[in-house]
């Protein structure tokens, strides 16, 4: 079965450090792969998605970046965190075409990972 | 960009009562997806609806789709409280896989 992790699961941290989420799947192969921001009480808003090594789309200009260095693995970074930056991060993966329906991509959400900046 | 707005922002009521959710969006769609999310957890995948159909069951949950509204509803009978959480809508747009979410309707089920 696929599972997905996620971690640090907390994480508090000054204005002006570096950051670094990271983000693995098990058991399945060339998922996409995403990272959405929830603010408090507010919806998801994505960040980055991505449909290979290497490939990675930005959805919002930031001081935030992904990267992709192996097929399961997704990480989040930023060299200087910004106050506005805290927020609750999620990870996800997706296969398209999952359960036969055409163009739909259902998401498997990592636990999260909450980010405090001071 | 946010896509969905789900109606209410916040839902009380008594265990046993049915609940229902609104969702409302702006693009042409291929499918509509509801998730919950329990606090301070990840969200987990409920139902999903594709654009040309106009109703799905699944257990409890009734969701249907009006595209000529460009909305949807989430209907949960007979609510328990485990049910309290927050719901959201998500849509999936034609040309990719990216799914954008609204902004939650926070449910509470009072014993």
């Known amino acids: ?44 808003q994505l960040l980055f998605y991505s449909v290979g090594i ?65 | ?18 609940a229902t959710m609104n969702c409302s969006y702006k693009t042409s769609i291929n499918n509509l997806q509801w998730y919950r999310q329990n606090s ?5 995948h409920l139902i999903l609806i594709r654009s040309n159909e106009r109703e799905k069951h699944s257990g409890r949950l009734r969701v249907t789709l009006d595209t000529s509204k460009k909305s949807s509803s989430l209907l949960i009978t007979a609510s328990r409280a485990a049910d309290t959480a927050s719901y959201f809508c998500a849509t999936g747009s034609h040309w990719g896989g990216k799914l954008i979410f609204g902004q939650g309707t926070e449910l509470s089920v009072k014993p």
């Open chain 1, 54 to 118: 290497g490939q990675i789309s930005s959805e919002v200009p930031q001081n935030l970046s992904a990267s992709r260095p192996q097929d399961r693995q997704f990480i989040l970074s930023s060299k200087k965190l910004l106050l506005s930056d805290s927020g609750f991060y999620l990870c996800a993966w997706s296969v398209t075409r999952d359960r036969g329906f055409s163009g739909a991509n259902v998401l498997t959400f990592g636990a999260g990972s909450r980010l405090t900046v001071l």
């Open chain 2, 1 to 18: 960009s946010q896509q969905g707005e789900e109606d209410p922002q916040a839902l009380s009521i008594q265990e046993g009562e049915n």
């Open chain 1, 1 to 44: 079965s696929q599972t997905i992790h996620q971690w640090p699961a907390t994480l508090v941290q000054p204005v002006g450090s570096p950051l670094s989420l990271e983000c693995t799947v098990e058991g399945t192969s060339n998922p996409n792969l995403y990272w959405y921001r929830q603010a408090a009480g507010r919806g998801l």
């Open chain 2, 40 to 44: 301070g957890r990840g969200l987990v």
